[in-house]
């Protein structure tokens, strides 16, 4: 057959096969694809629903995937993760028909068995998480379609059935999902909203004192808030989010936002103030303050907005993970003019070389600091190299020096080895060729005596 010659199609080729031929391709087919028998065997023997066959199909892969302990090491999460995607792809296949119901159970079917094995598997190399919410951006779409009550009605009943299932309890976050879905299914029906509510309170008694049974309250209390919202409107909600406020830090973020938008920054910060409990995280507390400083922005309070600014820039210099949010907010409250003096205020303030010190320096280009801290930390000089290098290309190169001989006396094993010569290579990058040679040249007659260190050295050495 020519390359240009059309292919026959598969149905014509199995025609023309005889039954014998057929049968002894498919045993050998069978043979090279168990994934092939698993639907051979479907199909030859179908459960009473599709429900109940793509439920058979993702434990199928589940457990051929899984150990002698039905664990699912690394490696295999992605092979058994297969069943859920394909029944997942049917799924929306329905949904683009307009099956509402149909693409719905099967979603939830995705969603029960995915919770099981969630506990039993290594995930790294496929995600259950991702099919998941794959499948809750699904329910979600579904039930903001314009549907009739009957199909209302049924896909109700479904959802919660699957939400109260007791496979649930280690995956609250999960549950609240589907709950909070069904809010839209009780519009007009007095009888659903009645439901829902009598579960969320049942939910609801005594939430536990871990975080995550926090998490879960809060996910609870919104549930309720949107459904009350709903059905008695804006008022009515307005009376639970202030009645709330102390479970759910969302619930005062989102009166505070209510409150600037009236005008009524005074009785915000009011609140804020009466929020500030000893025991409040540290995360709210950081929001709060940024309500603050955005309230003192809107109504010109320059002075204040610099204070507390200056305030959170030093309670979080040594803070590796802050960002220079409040730091780029200050220099905005003053002029060119000003800002030169302000800095130099700011700085001596500040730990010299503390996290925050150093982005500002790094920010505003103070090099003669930077240098003074790398010099006090040899360290630093891999990250300010670049900064650094122009006006200072001596001192570099002695930093670099001293940092990498410093490393080289204490490293006795080949990991070692490599991140000397992976420092080697950001001496290369900022020095230049000549001078990084000389440097392998001092380590090779430093610690001739140790093999592996010399071949990470000569490996490096050819690259140059």
């Not at 794959?134 to 919660?160: P, R």
């Amino acid at each position: 057959m020519s390359a240009k010659e059309k292919k026959k199609p598969i149905r014509t080729i199995v025609q023309q096969m005889s039954k014998k031929e057929l049968e002894e391709f498919l045993i050998e087919a069978v043979k090279k694809d168990r994934h092939l028998g698993e639907l051979l065997r479907l199909f030859a023997d179908p459960p009473e629903d599709e429900t109940e066959s793509s439920r058979k199909l993702i434990q199928m892969r589940i457990k051929k995937a899984g150990d002698r302990f039905n664990f699912i090491p690394r490696g295999r999460a992605r092979e058994a993760l297969s069943g859920a995607r394909e029944v997942m792809e049917t799924a929306i296949s329905h949904l683009e028909r307009r099956k509402y119901v149909q693409a719905a159970e099967l979603v939830l079917v995705v969603i029960e068995e995915l919770t099981d094995v969630l506990q039993h598997m290594d995930d790294s190399d496929g995600d259950p998480v991702e099919v998941v919410y794959q499948g809750f951006n699904i329910i979600e779409h579904i039930v903001n379609e314009n549907l009739s009550g009957e199909v209302q009605q049924v896909l109700f009943q479904k959802v919660m059935a699957t939400a109260v299932q007791k496979r649930f309890s280690g995956m609250k976050e999960w549950r609240n999902a589907l709950l909070f879905y069904l809010v839209p299914l009780t519009i007009g029906s007095p009888e659903r909203k009645k439901n829902l509510y009598q579960v969320l309170m049942q939910l609801k008694k005594g939430p536990g004192k871990g975080s995550s049974e926090k998490y879960s309250h809060m996910d609870l209390l919104r549930i309720e808030s949107v459904l009350i919202k709903v059905h008695e409107g804006k008022e009515a909600y307005t009376r639970f989010l202030w009645k709330h406020k102390e479970e759910n830090i969302e619930f005062l973020y989102e009166i505070l936002d209510e409150k600037i938008t009236q005008g009524k920054g005074k009785e915000a910060l009011q609140l804020i103030e009466q929020s500030k409990k000893p025991d409040l995280p540290a995360g709210y507390l950081a929001e709060l303050q940024k309500f603050q400083l955005h309230i003192y922005n809107l109504h010109g309070e320059t002075g204040k907005e610099r204070s507390l600014l200056k305030k959170l820039i030093l309670q979080n210099q040594h803070w590796v993970y802050s960002d220079n949010f409040y730091f780029e907010q200050l220099k905005k409250t003053y002029s060119k003019r000003e800002w030169p003096a302000a800095r130099e205020q700011l700085l001596s303030e500040l730990t010299p070389c503390s996290h925050t010190y150093l982005e500002i320096c790094k920010e505003e280009k103070e090099t003669d600091r930077l240098l003074e801290c790398c010099k006090e930390k040899p360290q630093l000089i891999e990250v300010f190299s670049d900064l650094l290098k122009f006006k200072y290309a001596e001192e570099v190169k002695a930093l670099f020096e001293t940092y990498i001989l410093k490393e080289a006396a204490r490293a006795n094993t080949r990991s070692n080895y490599k991140k000397i010569c992976y420092r080697l290579r950001g001496s290369l990058e900022a020095n230049g060729a000549a001078h990084t040679k000389k440097l392998i040249q001092k380590l090779e007659q430093a610690y001739p005596n140790k093999p592996a260190f010399m071949d990470e050295l000569n490996k490096l050495k050819q690259r140059i």
